[in-house]
């Protein structure tokens, strides 16, 4: 499983990456979690708000920073 | 995300929290307005004449009452705006033609939640939709000039129709803007990856499926987050003002841009477009200016300068936009600027 934070380093972006880490301990994941901060990779991704959070290539949550909870479960469906 | 993870869940309950919360703010709302005559006047005895007292008076009042508007609008704003997303007005003007494009796309600029951050990657997301770029800047303009915080302090300091005449004017300058930018075939001064760029995948609408929870959770964040990013500049704004409002005399401002100074709009825009603050922080210097004998046409434009152009978005369109289109989008946008200035002030009342 590969995950992608989209954004450029904002507040909003850091709290998605520590919410999404909290998330997969919780699950006893090992993922890499990958950060795009290029404009034209953000962009090509369709979404149009950061922060974006995007696993195996399918973007999950954008425009918003979900709980670590949230997160949880998202995971759990993507798997 | 903490206080947001204990909301009630079920549907009555939180209509109920939601008609407490209103309460409790009408209420703080309503004692702001005594508060503090009672408390500095009568409680601590000093003298209502003094331009100190004034000044202080000024400073706690604005803060609260600033404080209180920007909670309440942003929260039901954010919360009317969650049902449409920048994906759905992308969706909605991907391939059409200028001129109706740009009005949908300055309309749509008005209700769809953005950030100035998000600019670029709106810009792209647009142009690989297929947006035409005049449309495209229609867009950007009428954002960030439309912002519900500019509009909801407007409404509470101003009223509700000098609110709607600024964001008719928003509109205006924005579709006249993209337009005029859009006959100026200014493709050859885009960056040219933002062509390259392809979409990949099907892009998902996050305005979809929400829960009315979400969408509550998601205003108290907003609040939060813009709250916390902006009080400096709040608490400047509102120190700077009331200092103006204490110590410096009107005719100080009406010798610079009063009523009968003609290059009043002009100046108002010079200083306006090099300031950058975001439109709470710039809020009580406009109430104070105002107050001060400024006619609303300058104050607006002042206004709208500071926060339609401001320089971080510019730095940022600059990943996107070569120097002469951003030269050019800064000129079209601050001319606009400067005729609804003059609008204004010619069918606008003198101040009272």
Request: aromatic share 8%; hydrophobic share 55%.
């Amino acid at each position: 499983m590969i995950i992608k934070i989209l954004g450029h380093g904002c507040a909003n972006c850091q709290r998605l990456e520590a919410n999404t880490k909290q998330a997969l301990s919780s699950l006893g994941l090992a993922a890499e979690v990958v950060k795009v901060a290029d404009d034209a990779d953000i962009a090509s991704y369709g979404i149009m708000r950061t922060p974006g959070l995007v696993v195996d290539e399918q973007v999950l949550v954008s425009g918003r920073v979900p709980g670590a909870e949230e997160i949880t479960a998202l995971l759990s469906a993507a798997r | 995300m903490a206080l947001t993870e204990h909301l009630p869940s079920t549907g009555r309950r939180l209509g109920l929290w939601l008609v407490a919360a209103a309460g409790l703010w009408a209420l703080a709302y309503w004692v702001n307005g005594w508060l503090w005559d009672a408390l500095l006047h009568r409680g601590l005895g000093m003298d209502p004449d003094a331009r100190l007292t004034e000044a202080i008076h000024f400073f706690c009042y604005d803060t609260v009452k600033i404080a209180l508007l920007l909670t309440g609008i942003i929260f039901v704003v954010t919360v009317l705006r969650s049902f449409m997303s920048v994906e759905r007005t992308r969706a909605i003007l991907g391939g059409r033609r200028e001129g109706v494009g740009n009005v949908l796309a300055a309309g749509l600029g008005v209700i769809t939640p953005f950030c100035s951050c998000s600019a670029v990657p709106a810009f792209i997301g647009f142009v690989a939709a297929g947006v035409p770029i005049g449309v495209t800047l229609s867009f950007l303009i009428a954002s960030p000039l439309a912002n519900e915080i500019a509009i909801g302090l407007l409404w509470g300091l101003f009223g509700w129709r000098i609110a709607l005449l600024y964001v008719a004017a928003g509109v205006v300058i924005a579709i006249v803007a993209g337009w005029i930018l859009g006959r100026m075939r200014v493709q050859r001064w885009v960056e040219p990856f933002v062509f390259e760029t392809t979409l990949r995948g099907q892009p998902i609408d996050p305005a979809r499926g929400l829960s009315l929870d979400q969408r509550v959770a998601i205003g108290i964040e907003e609040v939060g987050s813009i709250l916390r990013r902006i009080w400096p500049y709040l608490l400047v704004g509102i120190g700077l003002g009331a200092v103006i409002h204490g110590w410096v005399p009107t005719e100080f401002f009406t010798a610079h841009a009063g009523p009968d100074n003609p290059f009043g709009v002009l100046v108002a825009v010079a200083l306006g477009v090099p300031l950058y603050s975001n439109a709470a922080g710039i809020m009580p210097l406009v109430e104070v200016l105002y107050s001060k004998g400024i006619p609303i046409g300058t104050v607006l434009a002042f206004m709208m300068s500071v926060v339609a152009l401001s320089l971080p978005e510019m730095i940022l369109l600059r990943r996107v936009l070569k120097p002469q289109l951003l030269a050019a989008f800064i000129a079209v946008v601050a001319a606009g600027i400067v005729a609804v200035g003059y609008l204004f002030n010619a069918v606008a009342p003198a101040p009272g």
